[in-house]
């Protein structure tokens, strides 16, 4: 039997396994709502500092 369980054990472990991919998704709605918030909603974007900058220009840490 190959079943979640059997692989995972309890919850815990997938929920320890999918921590990381669960923030990385959470970033991800995150860049969209601003999007929609920018763009459908007419809300101001972020402020940015570099945004007159070349790319090349721009301090990276």
Known sequence: PTSKSALFGDDLAANFLRARANS???GTS???RNILGE???GLPGDVRADKDLPWSDVPRS
């Open 39 to 41: 763009r459908v909603l």
């Open 30 to 32: 995150e860049v969209l």
């Open 24 to 26: 990385i998704e959470g």
